[in-house]
Nanobody, 117 residues
Framework: QVQPVESGGGLVQPGGSLRLSCAAS????????MAWYRQAPGKQREWVAI???????NYAESVKGRFTISRDNAKNTVYLQMNSLKPEDTAVYYC???????????WGQGTQVTVSS
């Protein structure tokens, strides 16, 4: 089964920015809604942002106005631009395809984002 590959994480100071990428082989990214999730230590995985095939977007309240999700179907890649990062954004970030509220792919390894001074 197709598995996403997330990248772009790292250590950044509060107020900084990062751009995450999520890629996968095949055409699955072109036919499904895609979403970013994150899981902080000791917490459950939570939804962060979503983008439909028509590029409509929605965001969790905690990231609205700071994060931007986008997609490049030609590259089978979904991005998450994260600005004005806060320590509470520290987590492992994952992406997945979504249909009717259900994640369709095996979870990838994720990419670690650490926001700390």
């Amino acid at each position: 089964q197709v598995q996403p590959v997330e990248s772009g994480g790292g250590l950044v100071q509060p107020g900084g920015s990062l751009r995450l990428s999520c890629a996968a082989s095949g055409s699955i990214f072109t036919i499904y809604t895609m979403a970013w999730y994150r899981q902080a230590p000791g917490k459950q995985r939570e939804w962060v942002a979503i983008i439909t095939t028509s590029t409509s977007t929605n965001y969790a309240e905690s990231v609205k106005g700071r994060f931007t999700i986008s997609r490049d179907n030609a590259k089978n890649t979904v991005y998450l631009q994260m600005n004005s990062l806060k320590p509470e954004d520290t987590a492992v970030y994952y992406c997945n395809a979504v249909r009717r509220g259900v994640e369709l792919l095996n979870w990838g390894q994720g990419t670690q984002v650490t926001v700390s001074s």
